[in-house]
């Protein structure tokens, strides 16, 4: 009761109003506010004990002013609380990732070098207006050899060289098919490249793997001439291995082009005075090509004196050999990320 009565309100809203405005967070703040009108204040008290009128309405605008006082300032502290987190709290979303904590980046992988060879090829025959198309892995015989000329007793027939499914179903051992599989499709003008793996019984050795990839170039349309297929690769070559190339054609066989040629380029590393790349003729050889054979025309049901073309066809690792500088074929199966972490 002594304390009741010793109560000053003009002080106890001082002192309230004061604390207040000293406390410095939302938490000292609440600490105020229970202490200056919790439910065992010495206001509170006071109001419980109020016997006339007039006290009853000073003790109460005294509650009302420390109530508004501590709202006001709760409000303060709210927002100056928050622009202090926005500051600390920033993430500068500039910053190199690492430095936000241990390093959690995937590492990055790398294209493969026949991969790399594949799209630039694809890239200079799309260049030239040249369609892309996909073959055929598994091929019928019809198409891997019939339709391509090879006659009965042709070796890569056998199963010893090639490797067969049944009698008559082959993995094929050339993207040739692929051209077949193009003319009957559709009439000329055509001029697509097919690129992809063929198989071959061949035992492992430094420059043999019983899987490669070639890539198979076919051009038909009319009044094409030999002089189209030189003018084509001489093009290719010069974009694959640099603009100084120079080729030529060595004459050869293929039971599907009349005449066959063997298209060389010059040794991109030598110049063409020799050297162990090229060796030491001056001259690598590139894959094979020719005019297409009138049986083919036949073949798929034309007339064989209708169009004129052309086709060639080269090994995809044998290229990237020679733009990378790789010995020999296994590194290309072998997935050794040394090997294939240099290729970025
Ligand atoms: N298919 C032949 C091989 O694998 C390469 C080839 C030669 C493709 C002459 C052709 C071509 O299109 O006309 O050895």
């Known amino acids: ?184 499709e559709r009439r000329p003008p055509i001029y697509m490249v097919s690129i992809g793996r063929v198989y071959r019984r061949d035992t492992i050795d430094a420059t043999h793997f019983p899987i490669f990839h070639q890539f198979e170039g076919l051009a038909i349309d009319e009044g094409i001439t030999l002089a189209d297929l030189k003018g084509t690769l001489l093009h290719v070559m010069r974009e694959l291995y640099g603009p100084d190339r120079e080729m030529r054609f060595r004459t050869h066989y293929f039971p599907f082009t009349e005449p066959s040629m063997e298209p060389d380029v010059s040794c991109f590393n030598c110049g063409g005075a020799g050297c162990p790349i090229c060796k030491h003729s001056g001259w690598i050889e590139m894959g094979g090509s020719g005019v297409v054979d009138p049986y083919l025309y036949e073949f798929v049901g034309w007339g064989p004196e209708e169009y004129t073309g052309f086709a060639f066809g080269m090994g995809i690792e044998r290229t990237a050999q020679l733009r990378y500088g790789i010995a020999g074929i296994r590194p290309f199966w072998e997935n050794d990320l040394r090997f294939l972490r240099q290729f970025r």
């Open 1 to 184: 009761m002594d304390k009741v009565a010793t109560v000053d309100p003009t002080d106890l809203q001082q002192e309230a109003l004061s604390a207040a405005a000293e406390a410095r967070t939302l938490a000292a703040l609440n600490e105020v506010r229970i202490h200056y009108l919790g439910r065992s204040s010495a206001l509170k008290l006071a109001l419980r004990n109020v016997r006339d009128r007039e006290t009853g309405m000073t003790l109460n605008a005294v509650r009302e002013t420390v109530e508004a006082a501590l709202t006001a300032r709760e409000e303060e502290l709210a927002r100056a609380e928050l622009e202090e987190r926005l500051v600390t709290e920033r993430v500068d979303v500039t910053l190199p990732a690492q430095l936000l904590g241990p390093p959690k980046l995937r590492p990055r992988g790398t294209l493969h070098p026949s991969t790399l060879v594949r799209r630039d090829v694809e890239d200079i025959f799309l260049g030239l207006g040249y369609e892309i198309v996909d073959g055929r892995e598994v091929e019928t015989t019809r198409y891997n050899f019939d339709a391509l000329g090879f006659p009965d007793w042709h070796p890569a027939r056998s199963p010893r060289a090639s490797l067969f499914l049944d009698d008559h179903t082959v993995l094929r051992t050339e993207t040739s098919p692929a051209q077949i599989h193009k003319m009957e």
